[in-house]
């Protein structure tokens, strides 16, 4: 089984600044990495996913994440947020090769971004 | 190209009743899998449908169950509601069952009382 821990349950961030959200997951067999974003009252939507190849991953809207395998970590980082990134973000974990895809998600992080 | 979509997008409903939740997935994707997200935490897997069948289950008793159509819509059934049932329920699809990308829905508040 995977589980997934997302360290800080709530990160206040003064806008411009940087961020880093932390994730730590453990499996017994090799895994795809995720980060989605919520907005309140919406669903999930992909900010960016590691496969495999180069650790570090750039996702949309300026986010990046590197994957650390020997830490099972997958931090997820911006360089300067913006009053619109105030919101919820689930890392999560796929199984590779397994039958079905289904997401193991961690219990989320809320950024609060202040002006 | 319209994304997932889902219904209703709240609900209400009293304890022991039973709630039908529906979800079409994005165009061309055939795989439907469903969460349940309660207040303040993650998304939990309830059960994946493909090919009309279910092909995945999490950690849900057998109160849920599901169905998936020949056009890939897929519906969720939570019977003898209880006020823990009380959450999100969030639909997502996928191309086919092993791709790795999932799309999802606005989800459906259900609110037991």
């Known amino acids: 089984a995977q589980s997934v821990t997302q360290l800080d349950s709530q990160v206040p961030v003064f806008e411009e600044a940087p961020v880093e959200l932390r994730c730590n997951y453990s499996?017994?067999?090799?895994?795809?990495l995720f980060w989605y974003v919520q907005y309140p009252n919406q669903g999930l939507q992909l900010l960016l996913k590691?496969?495999?190849?180069?650790?570090l991953v750039k996702g949309i809207n300026g986010f990046e994440a590197e994957f650390n395998k020997s830490q099972t970590s997958f931090h997820l980082r911006k360089p300067s947020v913006h009053i619109s990134d105030t919101a919820e973000y689930f890392c999560?974990?796929?199984?590779?090769?397994?039958?079905?895809?289904?997401?193991?998600f961690g219990g989320g992080t809320r950024v609060l971004v202040k002006p | 190209d319209a994304g997932v979509t889902q219904s209703p997008t709240h609900l209400i409903k009293t304890r022991g009743q039973q709630v039908t939740l529906r979800c079409s997935p994005k165009s061309g994707h055939d795989t439907v899998s469903w969460y349940q997200q309660a207040l303040g935490q993650g998304p939990q897997f309830i059960f994946q449908y493909y090919e009309e069948e279910e092909r995945q289950r999490g950690n849900f008793p057998d109160r849920f169950s599901g169905h998936q159509f020949p056009n890939y819509s897929s519906e969720l059934n939570v019977n003898a509601l209880l006020l823990g049932d009380s959450a999100l329920y969030l639909c997502?699809?996928?191309?086919?069952?092993?791709?790795?990308?999932?799309?999802f829905g606005p989800g459906t508040r259900l609110t037991v009382t």
């Open positions: 997502a699809s996928s191309l086919t069952q092993n791709t790795y990308e999932q799309y």
């Open positions: 999560a974990v796929s199984v590779l090769k397994a039958a079905g895809n289904k997401l193991t």
């Open positions: 499996s017994s067999v090799s895994v795809y």
């Open positions: 590691y496969l495999s190849g180069s650790t």
